[in-house]
């Protein structure tokens, strides 16, 4: 199991703090502002996974990097301002991948945002924009410039 999962957010702004309000309102999750982090969380995902799951919201610094300048090392969530890195209890039989994929569906039914989904920022697994939908990604998609003929 990952220590963590990204999911990538384009919420028209840049601003950490109010994105973790926008998802913390639009999840119904718990708002928090520690030592100048934010962070989104739950006690209880769901009923048939009742663990906790949380994660803090914060800049993406890849997207100081504009790819013209950088082409070798942009991903597919260089052009997302914000991530929110997400983390769970290690308990149950359900991935952390499978938990916050679940997440990344409730987020991309409330919130006309552009998000991304990434396995341990290796591998894309779905992608979100509110004009095209959602676009799933076969197993070992490469989030990074090697994998941007199948994502681009």
Do not use: C, K, Q
Request: no cysteine.
């Amino acid at each position: 199991m990952s220590d963590n999962e990204e999911i990538w957010l384009d919420p028209g702004h840049d601003d950490p703090g109010r994105a973790a309000a926008e998802l913390s309102d639009a999840l119904d999750m718990r708002l928090e502002h520690l030592d100048d982090v934010w962070y989104v969380s739950t006690d209880r995902l769901s009923d048939s996974d009742p663990v906790r799951f949380w994660g803090r919201v914060e800049d993406n610094v890849d997207a100081r990097f504009p790819p013209e300048n950088w082409p070798d090392d942009y991903s597919v969530f260089s052009d997302f301002p914000l991530v929110w890195t997400v983390e769970s209890a290690r308990e149950g039989d359900t991935p952390l991948i499978d938990r916050t994929r679940v997440v990344f569906d409730r987020v991309t039914a409330v919130l006309p945002w552009r998000v991304a989904l990434t396995r341990g920022v290796r591998d894309l697994i779905a992608t979100y924009d509110p004009e095209r939908g959602v676009r799933e990604f076969l197993p070992g998609t490469p989030a990074d410039g090697t994998g941007r003929d199948l994502w681009a």
